[in-house]
T-cell receptor, first 114, second 110 residues
Framework: GAVVSQHPSRVICKSGTSVKIECRSL??????MFWYRQFPKKSLMLMAT?????????EQGVEKDKFLINHASLTLSTLTVTSAHPEDSSFYIC??????????FGQGTRLTVV | QKEVEQNSGPLSVPEGAIASLNCTYS??????FFWYRQYSGKSPELIMS????GDKEDGRFTAQLNKASQYVSLLIRDSQPSDSATYLC??????????FGTGTRLLVSP
C-alpha cells in the first residue's frame, strides 16, 4: 500500500505553546488529506478535511483558529495546535487519499500538553 | 442511527479458529467499504477494501459485502494471536470523507 509519513510521533509541550504536526504522502500525490484525533479506547474522530490549494473544511465543533491546517503541496499537509492546553492531549492521525479511493494513515502523533 | 455500526466486543476466539467481524451501514449510496486493523497505540492499517457484492479474499482475510442488507463482514481464517487488535469498518460519505465504526476488539487466545 501507499506510504504516509507523519512527524513527530510523540511530542510533549508546555501549556500555551503551539505544536506543528506534518503529514506527507511519500509515493503518491494526495489532493485530499484528513486529520483525526483519537482518545484512549475511542474511535477516530474526524477533525477536518485538508484540500491542496484551498482552505480546510472543519467538522462541527472543531475550532479552526485553534487547529490550523495548511495543505500547501500535493504531498504535505500540516496541523498546528495553537495555544495548546492539557485537554488537547490526544493521539492525532492524518490520512491521505490515494487516487481518490483508498485512504492510508500516517503513524500518528501522540501529543501531551503539560 | 449511526452511519456505520459495529459491535465493540471484545470478540474472543481461540488460535486457529475463524473470527467473524460484522458491520452495518446506513447510507445506501455507499459503493465502497474498507476494513482497517488498529493495534493499541498505533494508527489504523488498511487490510481490505471491497467495492462489489459478494466475497473478496486476500490470504487469510475474506471480506463479504451485501448491499441489499447494507452489511459488510470480515472473516479471518486460522486466527493468530498477532491478529488481536481493533478492527474498524469504514465507508465513504460525500466529499470522500470516511466514516468509521467504533471498531470491534478481537482477542485471539493461544
Amino acid at each position: 500500500g501507499a506510504v504516509v509519513s507523519q512527524h513527530p510521533s510523540r511530542v510533549i509541550c508546555k501549556s500555551g505553546t503551539s505544536v506543528k504536526i506534518e503529514c506527507r504522502s511519500l509515493d503518491f500525490q494526495a489532493t485530499t488529506m484528513f486529520w483525526y484525533r483519537q482518545f484512549p479506547k475511542k474511535s477516530l474522530m474526524l477533525m477536518a478535511t485538508s484540500n491542496e490549494g484551498s482552505k480546510a473544511t472543519y467538522e462541527q465543533g472543531v475550532e479552526k483558529d485553534k487547529f490550523l491546517i495548511n495543505h500547501a503541496s500535493l504531498t504535505l499537509s500540516t496541523l498546528t495546535v495553537t495555544s495548546a492546553h492539557p485537554e488537547d492531549s490526544s493521539f492525532y492521525i492524518c490520512s491521505a487519499l490515494e487516487q481518490n479511493t483508498e485512504a492510508f494513515f500516517g503513524q500518528g502523533t501522540r501529543l501531551t500538553v503539560v | 442511527q449511526k452511519e456505520v455500526e459495529q459491535n465493540s466486543g471484545p470478540l474472543s476466539v481461540p488460535e486457529g479458529a475463524i473470527a467473524s467481524l460484522n458491520c452495518t451501514y446506513s447510507d445506501r449510496v455507499s459503493q465502497s467499504f474498507f476494513w482497517y486493523r488498529q493495534y493499541s497505540g498505533k494508527s489504523p492499517e488498511l487490510i481490505m477494501s471491497i467495492y462489489s457484492n459478494g466475497d473478496k479474499e486476500d490470504g487469510r482475510f475474506t471480506a463479504q459485502l451485501n448491499k441489499a442488507s447494507q452489511y459488510v463482514s470480515l472473516l479471518i481464517r486460522d486466527s493468530q494471536p498477532s491478529d488481536s487488535a481493533t478492527y474498524l469498518c469504514a465507508a465513504p460519505t460525500g466529499f470522500q470523507k470516511l466514516v468509521f465504526g467504533t471498531g470491534t476488539r478481537l482477542l485471539v487466545s493461544p
